[in-house]
């Protein structure tokens, strides 16, 4: 069977993103301990509400439709559940909260692109401490961090970023801000104010 190489002018498509930045005191202190444990994650701490994913889309067409999916979501808390350990990677595991997986979901609509693997049912929100850890150094790694506690423990997200990978760093290309939550008492208009 025949292989084709693509063509050269036809460059790989960049990977993007959809994600939620630590707070400075939890993402400070998971760079601390990459630095310590030698160890590192894809770019700097991030959530992704939506996993890498691939698209024809040029760069203002994904910001559109990424505006369009994001348009009214109010900012969310993330609650931090504790450490986890899968082959080649240990993380920070988030709580799937019922707002976190609709806004998940709803990530998973801006089309044409492709799908990650952990994406839809298998969805898991996390923050990676370290990616591609070999067999042998798994059991020393997870010794030294299972048993400590992050500094901060649930962390609100008041904007998301969509991001690109770019040459192994990931480049955020642009930042939505998330509407805060709904306030109950309507500030006074210049009809209604007291005199």
Not at 9 to 23: F, G, H, T
């Amino acid at each position: 069977m025949p292989m084709f190489l693509p063509p050269l002018d036809e460059a790989p498509r960049p990977l993007y993103s959809i994600v939620a930045w630590p707070p400075e005191a939890l993402d400070s202190w998971l760079r601390r301990l990459q630095d310590r444990l030698n160890v590192r994650g894809f770019g700097l701490p991030h959530l992704n509400v939506r996993a890498p994913f691939q698209t024809p889309l040029r760069s203002a067409e994904l910001v559109d439709a990424c505006r369009d999916v994001l348009r009214g979501q109010p900012a969310f808390d993330v609650q931090v559940r504790g450490w986890k350990q899968l082959p080649g990677v240990i993380f920070l595991e988030c709580e799937l909260g019922a707002e976190l997986r609709a806004l998940h979901d709803r990530t998973l609509s801006i089309e044409p692109s492709s799908r990650a693997r952990y994406d839809g049912p298998d969805y898991r929100p996390h923050l990676t401490l370290a990616l591609g850890v070999l067999p042998w150094a798994e059991p020393v790694l997870w010794e030294q961090v299972r048993d400590l506690i992050p500094p901060v423990l649930s962390f609100r997200v008041e904007a998301l970023s969509l991001t690109r990978e770019h040459r192994g760093e990931v480049q955020e290309l642009h930042t939505f801000p998330l509407t805060g939550p709904a306030d109950p008492t309507p500030a006074p208009t210049a009809e209604s104010a007291p005199s």
